[in-house]
């Protein structure tokens, strides 16, 4: 059994162990950021040091929504008619970057990671108030993960909010240029935790049996 918060903690730990490969849309966009702003700092001189942040940070962000952009449509099919799909998927992926284009500060840019966090968070923390697991389903479909959507579902919440509390930290904490590294390694970091919390529910749910 590990419902002892010491066992909680050291399986959750555990699970770190031996990631599997990581896939491209994890890296590259960061890739990007941290090539691109030094590069466009350069060209546009120190007078435009925030126009540089927002154009590498666009082109970073643009890079990470085309890279996720089929799977997001996919989930959201499975909720949504084609239309409603259309219009969420604009939404969620060109809004963003509409906004982007005229901005010349920094901090549009890490607020507009806190927005994604409060938006997915806000979804999960619906379904969970109406007692639904429709987004979790859209995200872990197999028939072996039905039982543990509701847990799922409030995990989900604990994670993006948590992450949205970390991201604002950060932006008080330390400088815009460092900030890049953060968000450069961000979804490393985010799809590791979610990892070993989704397999830690998973723990849960089958009353401590590892998997």
């Known amino acids: ?11 959750f730990l555990s699970l770190f162990q031996d990631m599997p490969p990581l896939s491209r849309s994890l890296y590259v966009p960061g890739a990007v950021l941290l090539v691109g702003y030094p590069v466009l700092s350069v060209l546009l001189g ?3 040091d925030g126009q540089a942040f927002v154009t590498a940070f666009l082109a970073a962000l643009a890079v990470r929504i085309a890279m996720g952009f089929e799977g997001m449509v996919r989930r959201m099919l499975t909720r949504y008619s084609p239309v409603q799909t259309a219009m969420l998927a604009f939404l969620f992926a060109g809004l963003p970057l509409l906004v982007l284009v005229g901005a010349d500060d920094p901090l549009w840019c890490q607020r507009m990671q806190s927005a994604f966090y409060v938006a997915i968070g806000g979804v999960f923390l619906m ?5 639904r697991t429709a987004t979790a389903a859209s995200f872990w479909p197999s028939a072996e993960m039905h039982d543990h959507l509701p847990n799922l579902t409030r995990m989900m919440v604990v994670y993006n909010f948590s992450f949205l509390l970390l991201n604002e930290t950060m932006i008080h904490a330390v400088d815009a240029s460092h900030w890049l590294m953060f968000w ?8 590791m935790v979610l990892r070993a919390l989704v397999l830690t529910v998973i723990n849960l749910d089958d009353d401590g049996q590892p998997v």
Do not use: C, I, Q
């Open 127 to 131: 379904d969970v108030v109406k007692g």
């Open 46 to 48: 120190p007078d435009h």
């Open 184 to 191: 450069a390694v961000l979804p490393v970091l985010g799809h």
């Open 1 to 11: 059994m590990y419902r002892h918060p010491f066992d909680l903690v050291r399986l």
